[in-house]
């Protein structure tokens, strides 16, 4: 073989192996062509399932009682430490004036909400009752369906554990107030008597008409509490400030009165009693009834001011219609019958029509 011989098929053999390298190299890209077109055309793996979410933590409200409820009680506190302060003992016209000032300073409607906000805070130192109603909180659906059932109906508070030793305290709290208030005005009824022995209580009263206007005046506005007893009630609805527990229970019915207190705090206990439920709270703390008793109390004062003439008289008029028949109707409206008085028995001023003034003479 000549030497041109071996070069024809030198190259024959070099573009046989190139054709073959090509046809390889051909072959090798069309499979990854192909092997990524399956890739692409693959749906991505699912991701890992995610692990179940927590169950929801419920939300236990605690105690509480609306800032302007609590006010209320205060201002009718305000009311009976400062009416309760009135000596009996008179030394001139002006200590006559200052002390029917004090005695007629209450709005009726105003000091019967007071007395029923009161009561809710002496229902809430009762811990067995409390807890009754607390073990609803924990559900929301239930606390929700319990405290409509108590707006529905305040009454439903009867069903709780403890209601009988809590209203029992409601009704001695607020029986005891009004008790304290009757027996002072019939201390000072009988002091328009013992008076008379002092030739100034015989003068005329000067200014008889602005007195009596101011007595309508004083009667129109709403109390006002102090500080320090508003901070103790509120600090007594957490349970921070201890209040007198005595409790009178005993089987049978309670009054209006008490049984809205009870609701009141029933509704503090699930939650629902704050500012924002305002609007289901007010009505609750209203009894019909015992703002008729003190509204004919005020009319029977009016009558009494109006005809009265020398200081005596208006002693008689601040025991009588100012002290004593408040604190009768505080007493009715809580459920709680008044002590006979020997010297004369008190007119029923639930009446519509207001009392005749009574004969101050010997």
């Avoid at 008790?179 to 008889?208: E, F």
Wanted: net charge positive; with cysteine.
């Amino acid at each position: 073989m000549n030497r041109r011989t071996r070069r024809v098929r030198a190259s024959v053999g070099n573009r046989f192996q190139m054709t073959v390298a090509r046809r390889l190299l051909s072959l090798s890209s069309a499979a990854a062509l192909s092997a990524l077109a399956v890739a692409c055309s693959s749906p991505p793996a699912a991701p890992p399932p995610a692990p179940p979410a927590p169950p929801p933590v419920a939300v236990i409200p605690s105690v509480g009682l609306s800032s302007k409820v609590v006010e209320q009680a205060a201002a009718y506190r305000a009311y009976l430490t400062h009416a309760g302060a009135i000596s009996t003992s008179f030394g001139s016209g002006d200590d006559v004036a200052q002390s029917l000032k004090t005695g007629e300073s209450y709005e009726p409607a105003a000091l019967q909400r007071g007395a029923i906000a009161y009561g809710a805070v002496v229902a809430l130192q009762n811990p067995d009752y409390v807890a009754a109603v607390r073990k609803f909180v924990a559900d929301p659906d239930t606390r929700r369906t319990v405290a409509y059932d108590i707006i529905r109906n305040p009454d439903y508070v009867t069903r709780f554990d403890g209601y009988d030793q809590t209203a029992g305290m409601v009704r001695h709290a607020l029986g005891d107030d009004g008790r304290r208030i009757l027996m002072l005005g019939r201390s000072v009824r009988q002091s328009a008597y013992d008076v008379q022995h002092q030739p100034w209580s015989k003068a005329d009263v000067q200014g008889r008409d602005a007195r009596l206007a101011l007595a309508k005046d004083l009667s129109s506005r709403a109390n006002v509490g102090e500080v320090e007893e508003t901070a103790r009630l509120q600090s007594a609805v957490g349970g921070g400030a201890q209040m007198d527990k005595t409790s009178d229970h005993a089987d049978g019915t309670y009054a209006n009165a008490v049984n809205h207190a009870l609701a009141v705090a029933a509704l503090a206990a699930l939650g629902y009693a704050g500012d924002d439920n305002l609007g289901s709270i007010m009505p609750m703390l209203g009894e019909p009834d015992e703002v008729t008793c003190l509204n004919t109390a005020k009319l029977n004062l009016y009558q009494c001011l109006a005809v009265a003439r020398p200081h005596y008289e208006d002693v008689f008029c601040l025991g009588q219609h100012a002290l004593e028949e408040t604190g009768h109707c505080l007493m009715r409206g809580a459920g709680v019958s008044e002590p006979l008085d020997p010297a004369a028995r008190v007119a029923d001023v639930s009446d519509t029509k207001p009392t005749k003034k009574r004969s101050k003479k010997r």
